[in-house]
């Protein structure tokens, strides 16, 4: 069966293609969502997306993952430097997921430096623009079909 992937994004990303577009680029998040899809289709995976502002809606949403998801590609925002409550989630559902950031946060105010996910991160792109997302969907597909292979050649 196709794996599955959750794509979240945290808030004020819905607003990507308008928001402070010399930082975040000119590409909406609906042209992200599709993208990323794409990416994901053409190796035989599922994607869904899930935007919020509200940090419990997140926590829900990764709760729900719980047992359906394989991977989850996670761009928390400005929660990234604030929530326990999302990291905690993240840890009790016990699915591997990747941290993304549009911008490169390090070389942003000091305050963006500290995240509450990295440490817990299977991998962390940053300030790559909204490619990252392409590349996070690609790696993580690329993931699935490399483990697959590991566990077909283990039989
Ligand atoms: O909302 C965001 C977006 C961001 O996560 C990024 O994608 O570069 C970086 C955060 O510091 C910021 O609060």
Known sequence: MGKSILLINGPN????????????????????????CEVAASHGAVLD???????????DR????RGKV?????????????????????????????EL???????????RHHSYFSDKAAGIIVGLGVYGYKVAVEHVCVNFEEKEKEAKAAL
């Open 101 to 111: 950031h549009v911008s490169n946060v390090h070389a942003r105010e000091p305050w």
């Open 13 to 36: 990303l819905n607003l990507l293609g308008t928001r402070e577009p010399h930082v975040y680029g000119h590409t909406t998040l609906s042209d992200v969502e599709l993208s990323s």
């Open 70 to 98: 394989d991977g989850i590609i996670i761009n928390p925002g400005a929660y990234t430097h604030t929530s326990v409550a999302i990291r905690d989630a993240l840890l009790s559902v016990g699915i591997p997921f990747i």
């Open 62 to 65: 990764i709760q729900a993952a």
């Open 49 to 59: 997306s899930f935007q919020s502002n509200h940090e419990g809606a997140i926590v």
